[in-house]
């Protein structure tokens, strides 16, 4: 297992989760995201941050299948994948955590197999926080290289 030593908390529904902060690239306000058409629902668009065209995907969709409302009261968690950069939607990105020593803990729930981005989670005195591989998740969504294709397509033309 890897080791973590620090964490972005962030809540969705009524929970906690964290993605290691060496995955994070930026928080952002979420602004002009460009819807298009026949994407699967949990891609919200794209948008563009520091020159970058990226995917917005909607983490409520993908967990409570509903969608993010009022866009403006969420945040964005702008994180590099091992396929492309992607922009999740949560409802707050809370704190960035050090994971005590020992904290860290597998469970054998987190081996369900439409739940294998979940790697692992932070047991503290308080409260449970599930960890998120951004990577696994990525590459376990439902047409994810069909937006790959098209965003390197876009990346193409605005080259031209």
């Known amino acids: 297992m890897n080791t973590i030593d620090q964490v972005v908390v962030f809540q969705a529904g009524q929970e906690e989760y964290a993605i290691s902060v060496k995955e994070v690239i930026s928080i952002e306000k979420i602004q002009n995201v460009t819807p298009i058409p026949h994407l699967p629902t949990y891609v919200r668009g794209i948008t563009k941050v520091r020159d970058e065209l990226i995917p917005v995907i909607d983490f409520d969709t993908i967990l409570y299948s ?57 047991n503290l005195d308080d409260r449970l926080v599930t960890v998120v591989d951004p990577s696994i998740l990525v590459e376990s ?11 390197n397509k876009e990346k193409q033309e605005e080259v031209s």
């Not at 964005?76 to 091992?82: A, D, F, R, W």
């Not at 969504?141 to 965003?151: A, M, S």
Request: zero cysteines; hydrophobic letters at 45%.
């Open 66 to 122: 509903s969608q993010a409302e009022n866009l403006q009261d969420y945040k964005m968690i702008v994180l590099q994948t091992g396929l492309l950069p992607i922009g999740i939607i949560v409802q707050d990105a809370k704190e960035i955590l050090n994971v005590p020593e020992g904290a860290l803990k597998q469970v054998g729930l987190l081996a369900y197999s439409k739940t294998k981005y979940f790697t692992s989670v932070i």
């Open 141 to 151: 969504l439902e047409g994810v290289h069909e937006i790959l294709e098209f965003i």
